[in-house]
């Protein structure tokens, strides 16, 4: 964990202690605010509003400028763009960009590594290193802004990592991309996924922060969830739709349930009447995901024809259901092995 203060981790208030603290005026901090986070001049030495001696010091004290790019795949299939982002510690994440009719998103990655050790998922090899900074959020979008030379109207939470798991970090992200005078990103724009972590869940909804959130269910069975996700053994299926509950009479949000669907494991009729029943008296929407196989995982996924018939046989039952649209398949496909697949070409273990 870095123990440096950086200026982009900052809001505008904190940031005028700052600027007061070092013999500054304070309307300096929201210049700095807006060069960073709304005209994503990253770095402090074009900043030409600032005198040279003061730029300097902003440079000790920024970050962000140390975070690049350092690879681009693009999808041949649709505009769907993968990156690969170094840290200015070395590490490299995952960021995905996606493009709609409608909006452009993109997928962040909020740790490095994971701790969740779900069975089907690449984020989780290879362990948990350290959790992503706020600004190293920001960063993953505004490079890929610049980059692209256009402007990310939706944000999922849904790369490497457990958001929730790194709550403090996140919660802060939402506070600076959110803010009128930087990105001003909608917050009915963001939606986090999170693999369940009760007590997070209901802290998110009393500290009111308004974002969508979707939980990541893929077995509607206690026993054999666990075994998929270990994070089962510690809240149960109830314990987690209460708290959705919870969420939603607090935030009025629409609650999202995704369900990976790997063939002979979680896709016959028991599966989906179990889900019916969980599902059909709640105001949510049900995404189901083919598999994306992994090497570690040992599982297949379901052709086109059993998801549609998943899919119409919820629908059917009340439950709102659609299958996220594959996006970007020949690129890597499941999140966090782009990562994996480098770092095994550098040499790392
Ligand atoms: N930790 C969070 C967010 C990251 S994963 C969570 O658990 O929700 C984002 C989504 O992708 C989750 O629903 C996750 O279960 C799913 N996912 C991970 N690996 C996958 C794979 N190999 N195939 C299909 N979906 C996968």
Do not use: W
Not at 67 to 88: A, G, P, Q, V
Not at 172 to 184: S, V, Y
């Amino acid at each position: 964990m870095q123990n440096k203060l950086i200026l982009e981790n900052l809001t505008v208030e904190e940031l005028k202690d700052f600027f007061e603290n070092n013999g500054e005026k304070s309307f300096r901090a929201l210049q700095y605010f807006r060069a960073i986070h709304k005209n994503r001049i990253l770095n402090p030495i074009q900043m030409t509003n600032f005198s040279n001696n003061l730029r300097q010091k902003l440079y000790h004290y920024n970050d962000i400028i140390n975070c690049s790019i350092i690879k681009r795949i693009d999808s041949k299939l649709d505009n769907t763009k993968k990156y690969l982002i170094e840290l200015s510690d070395g590490n490299i994440v995952e960021t995905v960009f996606m493009e709609y009719k409608t909006h452009t998103s993109i997928c962040l990655s909020t740790q490095i590594g994971c701790k969740m050790g779900c069975k089907f998922c690449a984020s989780t090899k290879k362990s948990f290193i350290r959790n992503i900074e706020p600004y190293e959020m920001c960063a993953q979008i505004y490079l890929v802004e610049n980059d692209l030379n256009l402007k990310i109207n939706n944000i999922v939470l849904m790369g490497i990592g457990e958001p929730l798991d790194n709550y403090d970090n996140v919660v802060r992200f939402i506070d600076l991309i959110t803010n009128k005078e930087g990105q001003d990103m909608s917050i009915r724009n963001i939606t986090l996924s999170t693999c369940g972590l009760v007590d997070k869940i209901i802290k998110l909804a009393d500290d009111d922060i308004g974002i969508n959130i979707t939980i990541s269910l893929h077995n509607p069975f206690d026993d054999e969830r666990s075994k998929l996700m270990p994070i089962g053994n510690k809240y149960s299926i109830e314990k987690i739709l209460d708290a959705c509950d919870y969420y939603f009479n607090k935030t009025k949000r629409r609650i999202g349930f995704e369900y990976t669907v790997i063939e002979d494991v979680n896709d016959s009729k028991k599966y989906m009447d179990k889900l019916v029943n969980l599902l059909r008296n709640r105001n949510c929407l049900l995404n189901l995901i083919t598999l994306n196989p992994i090497e570690e995982f040992n599982q297949k996924s379901p052709d086109r024809y059993k998801m549609t018939e998943f899919m119409n046989y919820m629908n059917k039952n009340n439950v709102n259901t659609t299958i996220r649209r594959k996006q970007g398949v020949d690129i890597d496909g499941a999140c966090g092995q782009l990562r994996i697949n480098n770092m095994i070409k550098r040499g790392v273990k």
